[in-house]
């Protein structure tokens, strides 16, 4: 198999999709494997230390796309990418699509076969492709709620672990999987009062055992509106797997917030559950609603591409193994991650949307 890696060009995007130990193994397992020159960079792999586990580096992306067959990268393809795709190319990448129609259109148009990571699902319902960059988004919308709370940023001045003599801040997170119980975990670890809602028991049970500065909760619409009234950050991590995230925090909710509070909402790839969310970029990441800074950047993990780009090669490599023979299709997993192929919707959750 002929399998390409592009430079992903998405806006201060770093990451890529298989490091180059990663692509050792395949060469190893002779497959033909060819990345476009600077694809690694961001990350801290140079051109070079592809080319001594055997990989050929091209000059550019027309070249990268027409020698490849299995494009593997990490960010739904863009203008500058759609170009280049063909009907008879297998995309491997996170798509997103439900909250993308018109690159669905287009996916539709070229006729390729589409897999996304993000619904790439096992027997037992897990979403082991998703799950690294949930894990990292997770730690990184506590990270940045952290610093939008601080007052030059336009914040309310809240310290999130507190003093003595000074109250803790107050976190909520929506959504208890991944990404909401790593922003959990990293908000009660730095003294911060959480406050967690999920619909499941394992997972409420989860997030009690953190600690004693840890509440968890179910996610009744007045007891959400309650809490987030009074929380200077708020996250919202809630997924439906392939589904367009539902609305959970309701534009009536962010007026009722203090000025100066943080709404991160890392839902944002599948449309965002915060109502007044609408998707931005590492070069304008922030925006203003009512008094409350919203964060809404749609590739967050793309902020520390060296630690993404090895979290996300080593998840992603047995899959694309995979993936490089002709008989990938029987993979149950792979088979329920397609979201288009020929021209057709295969996935049910893009189906119904």
Known sequence: MRIGIPREIKTLEGRVAL????CGDLVQAGHEVFIEAGAGSKSGFSDEDF????????????????????????????EGDLQHLRSDHLLFCYLHLA??????????????????????????????????????????????GTHLLHQPEGGRGVLLGGLPAADRGHVVVLGAGAAGGNSARLAASSGARVTVFDKRQDRLAEMMDIGPNVTALYPYGETVADFVSKADLVIGAVL??????????????ISSMNEGAVVVDISVDQGGCVETTRPTTYADPTYQVDGVTHFAVTNMPGAVPRTSSQALSAAILPYV???????????EALSRGVNVRGGELVHPALKQA
């Open 240 to 253: 439906v797997t392939g589904a367009r995230a539902p609305h959970v925090i309701s534009r009536e909710m």
């Open 321 to 331: 193994q995979h993936m490089a023979r002709p008989e990938w299709a029987g993979v």
């Open 51 to 78: 080319k001594q586990v055997g990989v050929e580096v091209l000059p550019d992306a027309e070249a990268l796309y027409g020698k490849a067959e299995l494009v593997v990268k990490v960010k739904e393809p863009i």
């Open 99 to 144: 909250a993308e129609p018109k690159l669905t259109e287009r996916l539709l148009d070229i006729g390729l076969t589409g897999v996304a990571f993000e619904t790439v699902e096992e027997a037992d319902g897990s979403l082991p492709l998703l799950a690294p960059m949930s894990n990292i988004a997770g730690r990184i919308g506590v990270q940045v």
């Open 19 to 22: 490091v180059p130990a990663a």
